[in-house]
Every structure is written in C-alpha cells, then in structure tokens.
C-alpha cells in the first residue's frame, strides 16, 4: 500500500484543525499500522479518537482513496505528510498540525528560510494598503518569506510585494486546492507558483465537505508557519485578530502599525497596540530586529507624499495648508468640513508624510 493513502484516509477522518492531532501521532506515528491494529481488532482505537473520526475510519480503507491520489498527481498538487521531508517543520510544533497538506507552487520554500506573516482586513484604506505592500516589499528585499493567506486586501499587497522583489511568498487557502478565492487573484497565484512560492491547503481538490469555518481553521497555518506576524489594519471583530490569537497560543510575537485614532479599521491594531499584545511595527527594521538579522543594506528612500494616495477629504484640507500653521477651526471654516472629518483628514496626512501636527492640534504643510 502507498502510504500516502493511508495518510489521506486519517486525515479524511479527524477533519481539518484537529485539536488531538499530535497527541495521535505520538501514540500512533504510522497510519498504516493503525489501519492494520483497527482491521485485525487486535488494539483498542486510540482514546483520543471522537465517535465521528473513529466511525469513518471503521467504515473506509485507505484503499478509497486512490481516485484522489491519482488526481493530484495527474494535476500537479502534491501531497506533504508529516512523514515527509519536505513538510513545513514549523508546522509540526503545533498540536492541531495538518495531517495532509496539500501544496502547488515549490514546496521547497515552506523549510529553511525565514517566515513573516502579513494579515489584515480585506477592505483596507490607501493607507494600509501601501503599508502592507511597503513592508512586505522592504521584508522580501531582505530575503524574508511573506506568509499570508491570498485573500482579498492586505493578503494580496503581502504576496505581491513578494513577487515584485522575487522572493517566494507562501499561501494558506480555506479553500480546495484548486479553487482561487478570490477568483480575481487567480493571476497573483499563478505568479507566486512560477516566482518560487507555494499555495498550501488542508482541503482536497474538489472538495465537497462543509467550508463553514475553513477560512478561521487557515489563520492558525499562517500564524504557525510565521515567526512575526505583522497585522497592519484590522476591525475590532475580524479574522485578523482571530490569526492574532493563534499567534499568541503558539509563541509567536506579533507587531502591528499605529493607525488613526478616527479609523474604524484601525480599532484592532490599535487595540493590539494599546493593551501591549502587539510591539510597534514601523519599518521593516522593527522585524528584522525581533528575527535577529541586520539588513543587508540600506532601506530604500521613502516615497515622495502624492495627493493621489489620499482621500478626498485629506485633499481638501491639504490644500488648505502652507508653512504657516493653522487650527482644526480655521481649516472647518475654509473647507466647510465638520470637526471631524478635519481630523481624520489631517491624521491620514501626517501618516503619509503630508503634514506636521504642532501643539494646540495646529497643522503645517510638508
């Protein structure tokens, strides 16, 4: 019997983000042997088995699974085990590790180098949008491996930072290996898989199971296989800070940029930041410092403030700037925006090089 089909016949079993995933590997380290004991009757099932997982292992044989293993094969997606070499090693620390991984790309690039992960929400501001992709940039120039999880937003500024600097970037689906969700970003995976990198899912070509919580199960492979995860922008409710708490279950520090005080999508990072379960993530130096390794060289020169990055509100009260400073009433009563708006405004500025806040909430062009 290969024993790949044995392996796909367990992992069938206990499903994905198998909490007692480890704990049968140390009593049973072999599936194949645990199809002989369970087919011979001459071992008790593992105690840690639920009803479910050992019912289904009762019911099938690993022999069922052949249908599967030669789709992979004649496709392309190969099929790591925790017996393979080639197994992501970082994941293996885990105790709800994937018992099937099942990876397009060059699965070279999940062992011997070092992991980042960059998350965030799926609708960003042109804010976080160039911070992700800045950093992710800066960390891939560096030879840093972005991990993410090809999703809309900050995922794909992540992978495409990656790929711009070519340097392969690692991708989580919580979805079948051979579905790209979103459909857009399926020309991003295509450049990831020839730039050197790899799209990993639990989940099996065609997969016909339940995808309620698969995109949650994903979180914890990117916080595993990242040694930082770099959150950028993320609501107080999201699967950001879901990645967030994986990361933290398992020893994984987690840095996080400072948003505006007035941005919704800003609460979690700012949040993170302010309850001191994240440290200030900066510039690409804050992580390289936390994986103990110097730059190679100098950080590229920073972009040059454009109206163009900011929002229309920003744009209105910018215009209304000059070297002499001006208070948050007098940029109201020239631009006829509410108090507000004028701070948010001059917030985003600031963030993007655009202005200088002076006391007494008093603001000059830069």
């Not at 505006?260 to 410092?289: K, M, P, Q």
Request: charged share 20%; hydrophobic share 40%.
């Amino acid at each position: 019997m290969d024993k790949t089909l044995a392996w796909l016949w367990l992992a069938d079993a206990v499903g994905s983000a198998c909490h007692y995933a480890r704990e049968l590997l140390d009593l049973w380290p072999d599936p194949e042997e645990l199809y002989e004991a369970l087919r011979a009757g001459t071992e008790a099932p593992p105690f840690c088995l639920s009803d479910g997982a050992l019912r289904q292992l009762q019911e099938t044989t690993p022999f069922d699974y052949e249908e599967r293993l030669d789709h992979c094969l004649l496709t392309g997606v190969e099929i790591l085990t925790p017996d393979d070499p080639a197994y992501p090693e970082r994941l293996k620390e885990i105790p709800d590790l994937p018992l099937v991984l099942y990876v397009t790309g060059d699965k070279t690039c999940l062992n011997g180098g070092r992991y980042v992960g960059m998350v965030g929400t799926r609708r960003p501001s042109p804010y976080g949008r160039q911070a992700a992709y800045d950093l992710s940039l800066a960390l891939a120039q560096q030879g840093i491996v972005m991990v993410s999880g090809l999703a809309d937003g900050l995922d794909s500024e992540g992978h495409r930072a990656a790929v711009e600097a070519g340097t392969p970037t690692v991708a989580f689906l919580g979805t079948a290996i051979d579905r790209t969700y979103p459909a857009a970003n399926a020309t991003l995976r295509r450049r990831i898989e020839a730039g050197g990198g790899a799209v990993c899912s639990e989940y099996p070509p065609c997969y016909p199971g339940k995808t309620k919580g698969t995109f949650l199960a994903r979180n914890r492979l990117i916080a595993a296989q990242s040694e930082v995860v770099c959150v950028v922008e993320a609501r107080m409710r999201s699967g950001t800070l879901n990645t967030v708490s994986h990361a933290e279950a398992y020893g994984r520090p987690v840095l996080a940029v400072p948003g505006s005080i007035y941005s919704a999508l800003s609460e979690g990072t700012n949040e993170l930041l302010r309850t001191r379960r994240a440290g200030v993530l900066c510039h690409a130096s804050d992580v390289l410092e936390l994986l103990g390794q110097p730059c190679r060289s100098e950080p590229p020169a920073q972009q040059t403030f454009s109206l163009r990055d900011v929002s229309e509100d920003a744009r209105t009260v910018y215009a209304q700037l000059g070297p002499t400073a001006r208070g948050v009433d007098a940029l109201c009563a020239v631009t006829g925006l509410p108090a507000g708006r004028v701070l948010a405004a001059c917030t985003e500025l600031e963030l993007f090089g655009g202005a200088q806040a002076l006391p007494g909430r008093r603001y000059i062009a830069l």
